[in-house]
């Protein structure tokens, strides 16, 4: 009996230390957002929600992942040098990009609505950007990596059903094509952009 | 005469490069699938497009950025007015793509808009409960016939558009808009040429005005502004051809699936 209860006791133990740091995709989106949109509610100076925005987007968006499905079908043909240099410079333009996107936007209030699982990796959360006099109210969906449920990740913003991965993607393809297929183009664009 | 026979034959040689057999939804998607659509003219797409950068800097941008100043109910109204007659082309849309609830919904909008809502300034259909309107247009048609959308092209002024939209857009103006047909083609004591091209003019403005910050930013923000545009413009397409609002990506995740961390 006590054996059994014992065992019992660990299982519980077990099960409740594996799940403790789990958190739903839907609640992992809300508090992202909820963050986002309390930093660009303060009146604080716009290089500090830069800042901000930053240390948001590094803890909570898959930066490498985003960065190597940008690439499409040339990240096969990298090197491991090139890879590591263009994670790197992928990086900075990221992190620019999406923090002087969003530092714009004052008092966004995003809510989440529902979300669906389509596998073990992905959940797709859909939210609503209430609307304003300025502008109408703005469906948008999340696609969220869930591979370790601990830690979800987002992997692209998907806005009234145009993917901004997807335009990113295209956007890169499109430079390296119109170089003949030269990676060295795209680097030296993505460090100017950077750099300015 | 002349000019409808050229139009006409125009027409014709735009479609006969892009028919193909088949319309079934995966058919469908796999045709207009952005990453499939050629850009087989893209110097002169790229000329073009620089030249309604420059026209939008001139015109567009300062007539959107005073829109922008009037009051809001001004605004959702003049919008509402343009999605109003927009029904004109929308309904035969609806029959031609055999979805008569539709077409009978927005025959019912019109009506209402029309008539109680002050030539469609008041969205009262909306306020009964009548469903979210969608546009429709011989583009999205001629895509569920199965025709494929060819080339992707930009058009001076009018912007981004494939071989197949810019056909659909002539269909139109061949007696497909009921609107076109009462102030340019026919003669009436009602309306003119200039009512016509006023509200298209409009339109562009009010499109311009709703996308001003957007547009702005994605601007600053892009490495190339064109191919932006183009992926933006295309994955618009795909959607509102398949009338969905899911996420089309997610039908086709092997890309995304190969990149584990």
């Known amino acids: 009996m006590k054996k059994s209860k014992l065992i019992y006791i660990f299982f519980i133990y077990f099960i409740s230390l594996t799940n403790s740091y789990s958190i739903e995709p839907s609640q992992f989106v809300q508090s992202t957002v909820d963050r986002a949109s309390k930093l660009l509610s303060n009146s604080v100076s716009k290089d500090d929600k830069i800042k901000k925005l930053k240390i948001i987007a590094k803890e909570t968006v898959d930066i490498k992942g985003i960065g190597f499905y940008t690439l499409g079908s040339t990240r096969k043909t990298l090197d491991k040098n090139q890879k590591q240099e263009y994670l790197i410079l992928f990086e900075k333009y990221f992190l620019k990009s999406f923090s002087s996107r969003l530092s714009e936007w004052t008092n966004p209030e995003i809510n989440v609505i529902s979300q669906n699982t389509i596998n073990k990796k992905y959940t797709i959360v859909n939210s609503v950007l209430k609307g304003t006099n300025e502008r109408p109210e703005v469906k948008i969906d999340w696609r969220i990596y869930t591979k370790d449920p601990d830690n979800p990740l987002i992997r692209d913003v998907i806005i009234e059903g145009l993917s901004l991965a997807r335009t990113q993607k295209e956007e890169f393809s499109s430079i390296i094509n119109s170089n003949d297929g030269n990676i060295e183009a795209l680097f030296k664009v993505l460090e100017e952009f950077s750099k300015n | ?261």
């Open chain 2, 1 to 261: 005469m002349f000019r409808k026979i050229i139009i006409t034959a125009l027409s014709i040689f735009l479609l006969t490069f892009n028919v193909n057999a088949g319309s079934d939804g995966e058919l469908v998607l796999k045709k207009n699938e952005p990453a499939e659509i050629k850009d087989c003219f893209e110097n002169l797409n790229r000329a073009t497009f620089a030249f309604n950068q420059a026209l939008d800097g001139v015109i567009f941008k300062p007539v959107a950025s005073a829109y922008r100043v009037l009051p809001s109910p001004v605004r959702s109204g003049v919008s509402n007015s343009l999605d109003n007659l927009s029904n004109l082309v929308t309904i035969p849309n609806n029959i031609l793509q055999g979805d008569f609830k539709k077409a009978g919904i927005n025959s019912g909008r019109f009506v209402i808009n029309t008539t109680i809502g002050i030539l469609g300034f008041i969205d009262v259909a909306q306020h009964i409960g009548l469903p979210n309107y969608e546009k429709e247009d011989y583009g999205q048609s001629l895509a569920k016939f199965g025709i494929g959308p060819g080339c992707y092209i930009v058009l001076p002024v009018l912007g981004p558009s494939t071989v197949r939209d810019a056909a659909g857009s002539l269909v139109s103006v061949m007696g497909g808009d009921a609107w076109y047909n009462v102030t340019v083609k026919n003669d009436t004591q009602y309306f003119s040429d200039i009512d016509y091209y006023s509200s298209r003019v409009t339109s562009g403005v009010d499109f311009r005005a709703k996308n001003y910050d957007s547009l702005n930013n994605l601007e600053k923000n892009s490495l190339d502004f064109y191919a932006s545009v183009k992926s933006l413009y295309l994955q618009d397409r795909q959607q509102k051809i398949l009338n969905t609002n899911k996420i089309i990506d997610t039908q086709n995740d092997s890309d995304w699936e190969e990149i584990d961390n």
